[in-house]
């Protein structure tokens, strides 16, 4: 991985370019939103979360073959598929005695989706 210093993120003058702020300042949402959305982005930032996501990125399961598959156990995957369907990312329907999970909307999909081929994109 290349090094970099403090020097390499910085300009060589001082200059403030007025239109440009102007034009984030004018769009940047408000304080509560982006602390929303890094709290979002906090979610993703658990593998065992990321593995079952992709799991239900290909199919609706149950808990029973989300522990099957990722080799877990059914306490750790409830644990975690609480913290995403809280999140919104995950949601439930009743088949009988079966709970089955999936991707709660297209959104999540592409989340996904595209955060996959932003890491395969150079490999």
């Avoid at 290909?58 to 995403?84: F, G, P």
């Amino acid at each position: 991985m290349a090094q970099y210093r403090d020097e390499d993120f910085r300009c060589e003058v001082q200059e403030i370019h007025r239109d440009l702020l102007d034009k984030v300042n004018s769009t940047m949402p408000e304080e509560n939103t982006l602390y929303d959305l890094a709290e979002l982005f906090k979610i993703f930032g658990d593998s065992t979360r990321i593995r079952i996501l992709f799991v239900l990125f290909e199919a609706e399961v149950c808990v029973c073959d989300l522990a099957e598959a990722l080799n877990m156990t059914q306490s750790a995957i409830s644990h975690q598929l609480r913290i995403l369907k809280q999140s919104k990312l995950v949601k439930s329907r009743r088949d009988g005695k079966s709970i089955f999970y999936s991707l709660a909307d297209d959104h999540v999909y592409s989340i996904i989706g595209q955060g996959l081929d932003h890491v395969l994109e150079g490999k």
